[in-house]
């Protein structure tokens, strides 16, 4: 009769670590990046009142017989099953499109969450907004180049930091000149004018044009500019001279496909308001996809690598999570790599409050590198991560709690009156 009592008194305390569980599930359904929980439950102590015989040869064996002490809890596990995802429209927004987690750091210890509600703080470094905790990766150095060998560090997005002006070196032209152009006036040409830089970022506008020549298959190129303060232009196209030739197949053969074009552009040093500051420079241009055949000519840029002086004023972030700065002068450099870290186990993470957990003995030691690599999940931009919660399958969870509740309950009722009764017999 008490076993029945201390059963039941097992399957209330249970039930109701049960209804937490769930309360707790339903709770967070709005959370971001929120994993629910389960609850298992296993058959406590079974005291055993006769153990099994084996059979013989004139009779057959006997079973054990046992009876149960009441429930236990089994487990609280986490389910790390992917979360619906909710478009924001915040850059500094991130969710994770598979497994693993964002690694944040708060001083000395380290974090993993799902939550990638960020921010930039007034620092630079992007951040959880809640908890200040910082968002783990590795920093573009001064030329653009990340290096994901080095020891992870804050991720930098210093909006409106200053890039320095680049004088351009090299630029690459394509397109095709008709074979079809006339040799005599009107002679056929084609153009195009590129924005060149000097090494202060000022912009001077240089035309290249190719015109035919009376020789077969033979342009005469050009470079002229109307820039005030360039005071001459010098072209070579790679063989001293300022000719090039083209095969019967269309293909440039002088000069030698993989010879670059070069042009000397002297400025004034100075020009009566003032001087320009910078010496002259040579640019050479890649035109081996410049092209003759029969057919509509053109001629255009399709790289500069000179640009003005600017700041940084957006960025992206791709699946792979690169971050990659906009600046003002339409130019992009890279500014770091976010880190996803990956646990053999995440069900042995820890919860640490604030949609954190931290790695455990039996969570495994995580796996740091790029998202989309290794297993890990890619993240996207401007969405969050919700919460797993399924409410249908919770509320199915609460009328079953309840039902236990009260079945236990009523295990505890039943067995009073028959213990009443028993002290009855002695009236």
């Known amino acids: 009769m008490m076993k029945a009592l201390f059963a039941a008194i097992a399957g209330l305390q249970n039930h109701i670590t049960y209804m937490d569980v769930v309360g707790n599930n339903i709770a967070n359904v ?9 609850v298992t439950f296993q058959d406590m102590l079974t005291q055993t009142i006769s153990g099994a015989s084996a059979p013989t040869e004139t009779r057959g064996g006997t079973n054990p017989q046992q009876v149960g002490l009441g429930i236990k809890i089994g487990g609280i596990d986490v389910l790390h099953t992917q979360g619906s995802l909710q478009a924001t429209g915040r850059n500094t927004d991130f969710a994770i499109q598979g497994s693993g987690f964002f690694i944040m750091k708060d001083q000395n210890r380290t974090f993993y969450t799902r939550d ?170 890649d035109q081996d996809s410049i092209t003759q055949f029969t057919g509509p000519g053109s001629v255009a840029p399709t790289f500069n690598n000179g640009y003005s002086a600017g700041s940084l004023v957006s960025f992206s972030v791709g699946p792979a999570g690169d971050i990659t700065g906009i600046f003002s002068n339409g130019t992009t450099r890279p500014l770091g790599q976010i880190a996803m870290a990956l646990f053999t186990n995440p069900a042995g993470l820890q919860r640490a409050g604030s949609n954190n957990f931290e790695s455990t003995s039996n969570s495994g030691v995580p796996a740091i590198g790029r998202p989309s690599s290794g297993g890990r999940g890619s993240i996207g931009a401007g969405v969050l991560e919700g919460s797993n919660t399924d409410l249908a399958r919770e509320f199915t969870n609460v009328v079953i709690a309840q039902r236990g509740f009260q079945a236990s309950s009523r295990i505890i009722s039943t067995a009073d009156q028959m213990l009443e009764g028993l002290v009855n017999l002695i009236r």
């Open 30 to 38: 709005n959370t971001q990046g929120f994993k629910a929980s389960r």
């Open 116 to 285: 990638g509600a960020f921010d930039i703080a007034v620092t630079g470094e992007l951040v959880n907004p809640t908890n200040a905790f910082k968002v783990q990766g590795w920093r573009a150095d001064t030329n653009g180049v990340v290096n994901i060998d080095q020891p992870l560090n804050s991720i930098m997005i210093p909006m409106g930091q200053s890039i320095a002006a680049q004088a351009t070196t090299q630029v690459t032209v394509q397109g095709n000149l008709d074979a079809g152009a006339s040799a005599v006036a009107p002679v056929g040409s084609f153009s195009t004018t590129i924005d060149v830089y000097d090494s202060l970022g000022s912009a001077h506008a240089v035309t290249i044009k190719y015109s035919k020549t009376v020789n077969p298959n033979e342009w005469d190129v050009t470079a002229t500019t109307s820039d005030p303060m360039v005071n001459a232009l010098t072209l070579d196209t790679g063989a001293g001279g300022t000719t090039v030739t083209f095969d019967a197949q269309g293909r440039r053969i002088t000069p030698a496909l993989g010879t670059k074009m070069t042009i000397d552009v002297d400025l004034l040093t100075a020009s009566g308001a003032g001087t320009t500051g910078t010496p002259a420079f040579t640019v050479d241009v």
